[in-house]
């Protein structure tokens, strides 16, 4: 790129759904000079390219400092990483469900835990090595476990349909939860997402009826 000598390494995907990238190594230090991805269907996606390299550059002693401005608000987020999913529900004390159909080759890498004052978030991470895509769950009241007087609506209710939508390579599907919502994002092909966001639905329907039935259970309603 602009008289630069490059090597291309190109990364290819064994199934078709998956996004196609190629590296452009500058030859003596093999700095990714230009980073081209693809979609599945072959369509350019993504773009990055270096256009002015400068070598030992002499750079001001503050030139990476960040400068926050003074009105800035602050939050504090806690995060606990590389957890296993019985770790998850022993810290949330609630039941976890994951989506049953997951595309082929993919395992899962990390599981974070994230917590911003009452809000939880879990992430799950899933890769087959090249590509990869995250569930997340989020509940705005972690305190609360579901319950046969929690919600204010059916569990058939809030599990709506769930809605896709594409940003550049990346697919996002959210899914309406009875205590919060599910979101799948990754590079992966939005049908084989929409697959999993109806595999998540269903398991999530299950637990959630398990559960109230089980809080029914052990407090039910008093009759007038």
Not at 3 to 27: A, K, M, N, T
Not at 59 to 83: A, G, S
Not at 86 to 100: D, G, I, M, T
Not at 106 to 115: A, E, K, W
Request: hydrophobic share 35%; net charge neutral; charged share 25%.
């Amino acid at each position: 790129t602009d008289g630069v000598q490059c090597r291309i390494v190109s990364f290819i995907p064994r199934l078709g759904d998956r996004p196609r990238r190629e590296w452009w190594l500058e030859e003596r230090w093999n700095v990714p000079i230009r980073v081209n991805v693809s979609s599945s269907d072959g369509r350019p996606a993504y773009m990055k390219q270096l256009r002015e390299i400068h070598w030992d550059a002499d750079l001001e002693p503050d030139t990476f400092r960040l400068r926050v401005p003074k009105d800035t608000r602050v939050y504090e987020i806690r995060e606990q990483e590389n957890l296993t999913i019985e770790e998850v529900r022993r810290l949330l004390k609630r039941p976890v469900v994951l989506p049953s159909a997951i595309p082929i080759g993919y395992r899962p890498y990390d599981i974070v835990l994230r917590s911003e004052g009452s809000r939880q978030c879990l992430q799950i991470i899933y890769t087959d090595g090249l590509s990869s895509f995250s569930c997340f769950r989020e509940w705005p009241n972690p305190g609360m476990a579901a319950s046969h007087t929690a919600p204010q609506f059916t569990a058939d209710e809030a599990l709506s349909v769930p809605s896709c939508r594409q940003h550049g390579l990346m697919n996002v599907v959210t899914l309406p939860c009875p205590d919060g919502r599910a979101i799948i994002v990754g590079d992966v092909h939005k049908d084989r997402l929409m697959e999993m966001a109806e595999s998540f639905r269903a398991t999530i329907r299950e637990s959630f009826s398990k559960t109230l039935g089980e809080a029914f259970h052990e407090n039910p309603p008093t009759t007038p």
